[in-house]
Structure formats: C-alpha cells, structure tokens
DNA sequence: TATTATGTTAAAATGATTCTAGATAGCAGG
DNA sequence: CCTGCTATCTAGAATCATTTTAACATAATA
C-alpha cells in the first residue's frame, strides 16, 4: 500500500525511506528525528541522521506528515496528516491525539484580513502518571527528559 | 507600575531587567529572544543575550510572560499572559493576536483521563500581505525570513 | 555504456539556547 | 567603613537540534 503512494511523485523508496516509513506508518508517539533515527538505527546501522531530515523532508513537501511545533526545542512528527488536535502533558511532555471537530472561525474584527486556511488545537494537562507523582519524591512513575523537567512551572 | 509588581517576589530590578521590561510592555509582536536582545543593546551596548535569557525564564517561572512554541526553530515571547489565541501568517510568520473565547473542552472519551489545565489556539493564514504577493515575483510586500522563505508548502 | 538526477553519508557549519567562571553590585552584620 | 553573602551580569565556551557540504553511490534514462 505504501508503495502505490509514492509512485510517480519523484520520490525514489529506498531501503533507508522505506525503513523510516515502516516506522512512521500508524505511529501516533509524535516521535523527534532524533527518536526516529534511534529506531530506524536498529535496522539500518549505516543510516544517518541527515537522511532521516531529508526524508521527513521530502515527507512534509508531499503532505505526507506534519510537522508539530508543540515542543520547545525540537521539532515532533505526525504522520497523520488528517485534521485533529493534541492534548500535551506539561510533565512528562507526552502528547496524545484528540479525534474532535471543533469547528472554530475567526470573527472578523479579529481576522485582521487574513485569510485562514487551518487552526490546531493544543490541550494542556497533567496524565494520571505525572498527577500521581505529583506530592513527594516518588521516583515512580514516568522518567521525563532533563528538558521537561527544568521546565517544571508551565 | 511596574515596580511596585516585582517588590517581595525575589526579582531584583537592575537596569538591564527594567529595559527588557519596558520593551515588552505592551508589546504584542511576540518577539524571540534576539529581538529582544536586538532593541535593548541599543539603550544598553553591554547587555549580553544570557542576561536576556535569564530574565525571560525568571519572568516566566513568576508567570509574567508566556513562551510560545509557536515557531519551529525559536521561541518567541508573550508579555500577555491572560487568555488569548494566536494567528499566525505562513508567509512572512508574522503572529497576530485572536482575542476571543472559545470554550473548548475535551470530551471524556479522548480525554485519556488527562486533567486539563488550559488551551491554545493556532490559525494559520495569509496576511493580506502575503496573500498579494502570492503570483509572480513581486517583492513588494513583507520581508520574509530565510527560514521562513524555506518552509514554502506550509 | 555514458549521462543525469536523486540519495546517502560523515563531517563541518549554523543557530538557538544553556552553562560556566569570573567580575560586580547591593546589602546585613560587625 | 570593612567583610562576607547572595543575586546578577557578562563574555565566552558548550550543547543540542538542524542544515549544509562534499564525495561517493545508485537508479533511471538516453
């Protein structure tokens, strides 16, 4: 099936691309580069970090995954390019998909001229993981990056 | 007024900080870090960025400027912290402000027992700007960042 | 097979941000 | 007025994510 996408788009499908698409294919972790050339690393010990960059790439030039600004500092990727938004735990920075049509319009006053052409919902919250812990040093539950945790007071 | 907000919270008001302050009262353009840095050296050659850095994490830790990440590759800065949404020109990248309230909630079923703390909402569109330079090469209109200019299949 | 375009790679370059170490300023206690 | 303390400032080094470069494959094509 992921083959017939990409015939006659100028995309040549690689090992190195197949491999990245293989893990990005209903891959709903919102995963970094960096995340994506760990796993594809595996697999392929040759690969590099640019050809996962161009890849995602070429990807984004072909609607083919989004890329999500949600995290400071680096980039996440979404290969489902269908409309949904994100719910973003301000803890342990995980972000899970919400499937809800909000329909929302700009008022005019508000509009400026502009015209829009999408909108992207992000939801904060804590998940019950990084609410449990909350209270004392309990050293339980979800390991958050270094990044994460100097954040802490969102 | 200024002043009187910053009394008996741990926030010493050096000159360097009173600057950063006063360029960003009131100032809705939502700029990154080097700005800032940019229009305070001006009053103030030996302002150094970590100094602008500083400030902006201390006023963000007391709630006084929000972070957008907003902007892949940088963060940009918000002096209003009340709610407010944000439209931004996938152009020229400029972020204009959407004051309007739109009560979103999470329906349980995506809520993945998330407790949700807040929202914000992202439109995107062409200022009208933009939008008129769209066709042949007309340099006319806005200054668009390299990055920005790169990024062409928003 | 020669040509051309496209991909891959390691390494260097860039840009944003953070960290480090030493210099300074303002203040409490003597 | 001195002494030491703590918070802040600064330049520069370090780090992290991302992009670019240059040289080398590879595939598709003439």
Chains 1, 2 share one sequence.
Do not use: W
């Not at 489902?80 to 329909?103: A, E, N, Q, W, Y």
């Not at 400026?112 to 050293?139: K, M, Q, V």
């Amino acid at each position: 099936m992921i083959m017939e996408r990409y015939k006659g788009m100028g995309f040549k499908l690689t090992p190195q691309r197949l491999a990245i698409l293989d893990y990005l294919e209903g891959n709903d972790s919102h995963p970094s580069a960096e995340e994506i050339y760990t796993a594809v690393s595996k697999k392929f010990p040759t690969m590099s970090l640019a050809t996962v960059y161009n890849t995602l790439e070429a990807l984004r030039l072909r609607g083919e995954v989004r890329e999500l600004t949600v995290d400071p500092g680096k980039k996440r990727f979404d290969p489902d390019t269908g409309p949904h938004h994100h719910l973003i735990c301000t803890g342990c920075r995980r972000i899970v998909d919400v499937r809800v049509d909000f329909s929302l319009s700009v008022p005019t006053g508000e509009r400026r001229d502009f015209e829009i052409t999408g909108n992207h919902i992000e939801f904060y919250g804590l998940c019950p993981e990084c609410r449990g812990e909350a209270g004392a040093g309990s050293r339980s539950a979800v390991k958050r990056s270094s990044r994460a945790a100097r954040k802490e007071g969102d």
